[in-house]
């Protein structure tokens, strides 16, 4: 939504907007006009008071009947409302899924393509469903006849609705997974809004709550993947539908446990200490095959290391070899513990590449100076080589802030390589900047033009260095 002129958030329709003006401006002048429009809204039985979320039509009735001085509950019953087959679902409890919807409406022939839950702009669960009905007959009985019932133990009120309305949740919820998808979090499934996954987060978490004997199913499950995770989310889609079908079977939750991990060649390193760097890990695992191309040390949203590190190895065979050799051995005096993980794990936790490169450039240049400052604190020669490179580079910078990203990339790629800081150190030929250091506090920008002359330059092409006080600097 836009922001309208009448100083609230606008439909997009000129003629809706008009329609809310008036009623909002007929609830200001006086609590008998804003009685009425109560009465009317409680006539039409659809749980919204506020005039933004009714349809035209509907506002429409109302303002006729206002202006003819009818009673609002007359005019209510012959609104477009009264006649709908989409009815609102209010109370939903956050765990639940479309599936419990579906159930709970069952007798009234509701499928899941006719089902929808609603989500707030941040992508959250808001507790309302939108169902739609093969007749408004339908909806008006299931209106009477499951008011108030429950869905897992929370009474749900519903209310007539309108396509319009369900559109309008529909829309927010589909901005909520665009921006969701920017984040690297897709959400999959009806409508583009939920997803799979989601669904059997859900469903496991109903299953761990029911018992303590269908809890501790799921922990034995876990433990038998050697995952070290028992938070579903943490679960690949593959592994929960595994353990809800084996569950559903009656079978041990250890059998499935097996069938699920047979595939898989990525391992998580847990306890890598916080200055410890990719090299560190693939010293750790030589003689597996493993190169830095392999590692990606886990990162938090905020970029930080988690001390947790993934590898994938080039094989499934190599990868269970290594989980059983190198548990519990260490890494710079840190125990370091092994478990399987996939590359869905991988990705959620990790900051890849491309991904940093293209959306967040800052993080990728953070990430960077980090890797350097590592190098230097926890190498011997780290310190010199970055020394040597930084003279050679002739940029009078050992910041490594103050370097761009790719002078950074150069130096780290030089590193790994063993190969000497000179020869990543070249200036990049098409740079046309120069920083000039020890220009007197006196000088103006004529004293750098005039200092060269030779070379051509005007007013324009120079700057004088000032603090974050508004002082000069002494550079240009």
Request: proline fraction near 3%; charge should be negative; glycine fraction near 8%.
């Given at each position: 939504?836009?922001?309208?002129?009448?100083?609230?958030?606008?439909?997009?329709?000129?003629?809706?907007?008009?329609?809310?003006?008036?009623?909002?401006?007929?609830?200001?002048?006086?609590?008998?006009?804003?009685?009425?429009?109560?009465?009317?809204?409680d006539a039409t039985r659809t749980g919204n008071r506020d005039p933004a979320r009714h349809d035209c039509d509907t506002?429409?009735?109302?303002?006729?009947?206002?202006?003819?001085?009818?009673?609002?509950?007359?005019?209510?019953?012959?609104?477009?409302?009264?006649?709908?087959?989409?009815?609102?679902?209010?109370?939903?409890?956050?765990?639940?899924?479309?599936?419990?919807?579906?159930?709970?409406?069952?007798?009234?022939?509701?499928?899941?393509?006719?089902?929808?839950?609603?989500?707030?702009?941040?992508?959250?669960?808001?507790?309302?469903?939108?169902?739609?009905?093969?007749?408004?007959?339908?909806?008006?009985?299931?209106?009477?006849?499951?008011?108030?019932?429950?869905?897992?133990?929370?009474?749900?009120?519903?209310?007539?609705?309108?396509?319009?309305?369900?559109?309008?949740?529909?829309?927010?919820?589909?901005?909520?997974?665009?921006?969701?998808?920017?984040?690297?979090?897709?959400?999959?499934?009806?409508?583009?809004?939920?997803?799979?996954?989601?669904?059997?987060?859900?469903?496991?978490?109903?299953?761990?709550?029911?018992?303590?004997?269908?809890?501790?199913?799921?922990?034995?499950?876990?433990?038998?993947?050697?995952?070290?995770?028992?938070?579903?989310?943490?679960?690949?889609?593959?592994?929960?539908?595994?353990?809800?079908?084996?569950?559903?079977?009656?079978?041990?939750?250890?059998?499935?446990?097996?069938?699920?991990?047979?595939?898989?060649?990525?391992?998580?390193?847990?306890?890598?200490?916080?200055?410890?760097?990719?090299?560190?890990?693939?010293?750790?695992?030589?003689?597996?095959?493993?190169?830095?191309?392999?590692?990606?040390?886990?990162?938090?949203?905020?970029?930080?290391?988690?001390?947790?590190?993934?590898?994938?190895?080039?094989?499934?065979?190599?990868?269970?070899?290594?989980?059983?050799?190198?548990?519990?051995?260490?890494?710079?005096?840190?125990?370091?513990?092994?478990?399987?993980?996939?590359?869905?794990?991988?990705?959620?936790?990790?900051?890849?590449?491309?991904?940093?490169?293209?959306?967040?450039?800052?993080?990728?240049?953070?990430?960077?100076?980090?890797?350097v400052k590592m190098i230097q604190r926890s190498r011997q020669d780290g310190r010199t080589k970055w020394e040597e490179?930084?003279?050679?580079?002739?940029?009078?910078?050992?910041?490594?802030?103050?370097?761009t990203a790719e002078s950074l990339k150069a130096f780290i790629d030089s590193y790994d390589k063993g190969e000497s800081?000179?020869?990543?150190?070249?200036?990049?030929?098409?740079?046309?900047?120069?920083?000039?250091?020890?220009?007197?506090?006196?000088?103006?920008?004529?004293?750098?033009?005039?200092?060269?002359?030779?070379?051509?330059?005007?007013?324009?092409?120079?700057?004088?260095?000032?603090?974050?006080?508004?002082?000069?600097?002494?550079?240009?």
């Amino acid at each position: 939504y836009n922001s309208s002129p009448m100083g609230w958030a606008s439909s997009g329709d000129i003629q809706k907007d008009h329609l809310t003006a008036r009623i909002k401006e007929i609830q200001r002048s006086g609590q008998d006009a804003k009685d009425k429009w109560y009465r009317f809204c409680d006539a039409t039985r659809t749980g919204n008071r506020d005039p933004a979320r009714h349809d035209c039509d509907t506002l429409r009735s109302f303002l006729s009947a206002y202006d003819n001085g009818e009673a609002p509950e007359i005019t209510a019953a012959q609104t477009k409302a009264s006649s709908s087959s989409v009815l609102r679902l209010r109370g939903v409890p956050f765990q639940s899924d479309v599936l419990d919807v579906v159930y709970f409406l069952r007798e009234y022939g509701v499928t899941e393509s006719q089902v929808m839950l609603a989500r707030s702009s941040e992508g959250r669960k808001t507790g309302e469903a939108y169902a739609v009905f093969s007749t408004p007959e339908l909806a008006e009985r299931a209106m009477e006849e499951k008011q108030n019932q429950e869905i897992r133990g929370r009474y749900i009120e519903l209310f007539r609705s309108s396509t319009e309305e369900r559109d309008q949740a529909l829309a927010q919820a589909q901005m909520a997974t665009a921006h969701a998808a920017m984040q690297g979090r897709v959400y999959e499934g009806g409508y583009g809004v939920f997803s799979e996954k989601e669904e059997m987060v859900a469903r496991i978490k109903a299953i761990q709550r029911s018992g303590f004997e269908q809890k501790s199913k799921w922990e034995r499950y876990c433990d038998a993947t050697r995952t070290g995770n028992r938070d579903p989310s943490l679960h690949s889609i593959e592994s929960m539908r595994m353990f809800l079908e084996a569950l559903a079977r009656g079978e041990e939750p250890e059998a499935p446990a097996k069938r699920a991990v047979t595939s898989t060649n990525v391992l998580r390193l847990r306890g890598v200490p916080f200055q410890s760097d990719i090299l560190d890990v693939v010293e750790f695992l030589q003689g597996y095959g493993v190169d830095k191309t392999q590692v990606a040390l886990g990162r938090s949203s905020s970029g930080k290391v988690t001390g947790e590190a993934f590898v994938a190895f080039v094989s499934v065979e190599m990868a269970e070899k290594a989980l059983d050799e190198k548990q519990n051995q260490e890494i710079r005096g840190r125990y370091i513990e092994l478990f399987r993980s996939s590359e869905e794990e991988q990705a959620q936790n990790t900051i890849a590449g491309g991904l940093t490169a293209g959306l967040y450039p800052e993080r990728e240049k953070d990430e960077l100076v980090a890797r350097v400052k590592m190098i230097q604190r926890s190498r011997q020669d780290g310190r010199t080589k970055w020394e040597e490179f930084c003279t050679v580079m002739r940029t009078g910078n050992r910041d490594p802030v103050r370097h761009t990203a790719e002078s950074l990339k150069a130096f780290i790629d030089s590193y790994d390589k063993g190969e000497s800081p000179q020869a990543s150190a070249t200036l990049n030929p098409s740079t046309l900047v120069l920083r000039l250091r020890g220009v007197p506090f006196q000088s103006d920008v004529n004293d750098v033009i005039g200092f060269l002359a030779p070379y051509d330059i005007d007013g324009a092409q120079v700057v004088l260095g000032h603090g974050r006080d508004g002082r000069k600097t002494g550079e240009a």
